[in-house]
């Protein structure tokens, strides 16, 4: 069966430090990958998305990147984080078919100080 | 763009009883799918229901059912014989190029 597991769980850190969390999946090959980021009593922000190795669409001007160095290996990063940045964060997959349902990872709270 | 409106931001029900939760939605996409998530404290998101687009057909999953009218681009999620169990932030969320966008939620709570 497939998993998702995303690192790590809770993250405090000072304005201007770097940003990485990690997601992985587990079981499928070749899935859609897909960063959220969810404000304080809101709902879920695209942020990326990617099809494949290299391949990454930013769905908002931000300060984050993301990567995929691998095929089921999803990272999100920032070289100076702001304030702005905190929320909880959640990485998802899904096959790539449309009907296909997204399923998400546990999720990272950012608290930037 | 893409947008999704969910305009009961808290909703609350007496256990046993039904609770119907709305959603509006836009896209100029014709193919899509969509779906209801369920957000409990532990703030994973669980996939409660999904319906295909170009089905009339509403989709119904044990005590959960939607009504799905695409014309006038609802999707309406009940949840019947209520249990504490579903006390949650309810997410609808269409998703058109394969992307999830999401409404604000609805926050459930019980009543016992």
């Known amino acids: 069966s497939q998993t998702i597991h995303q690192w790590p769980a809770t993250l405090v850190q000072p304005v201007g430090s770097p940003l990485s969390l990690e997601c992985t999946v587990e079981g499928t090959s070749n899935p859609n990958l897909y960063w959220y980021r969810q404000a304080a009593g809101r709902g879920l922000q695209l942020l990326f998305y990617?099809?494949?190795?290299?391949?990454i669409s930013s769905e908002v001007p931000q300060n984050l990147s993301a990567s995929r160095p691998q095929d089921r290996q999803f990272i999100l990063s920032s070289k100076k984080l702001l304030l702005s940045d905190s929320g909880f964060y959640l990485c998802?997959?899904?096959?790539?078919?449309?009907?296909?349902?997204?399923?998400f990872g546990e999720g990272s709270w950012l608290t930037v100080v | 763009a893409q947008t999704v409106t969910q305009s009961q931001p808290e909703m609350s029900v007496q256990e046993a009883e039904t609770v119907t939760l709305s959603c509006t939605y836009d896209t100029s996409e014709s193919d899509y799918y969509l779906f209801w998530y369920k957000q409990p404290p532990s703030r994973q998101m669980i996939l409660v229901i999904r319906q295909e687009a170009y089905k009339q057909q509403n989709a119904t999953e044990n005590r959960f059912s939607v009504n799905f009218q695409k014309a006038a681009k609802s999707f309406s999620l009940k949840i019947s014989d209520s249990q504490l169990g579903d006390a949650a932030m309810y997410f609808c969320?269409?998703?058109?190029?394969?992307?999830?966008?999401f409404g604000q939620g609805t926050r459930l709570t019980i009543n016992p």
């Open positions: 990617s099809v494949g190795i290299g391949q």
């Open positions: 969320a269409p998703n058109p190029n394969q992307k999830l966008v």
């Open positions: 998802a997959w899904g096959t790539g078919f449309s009907g296909n349902t997204i399923y």
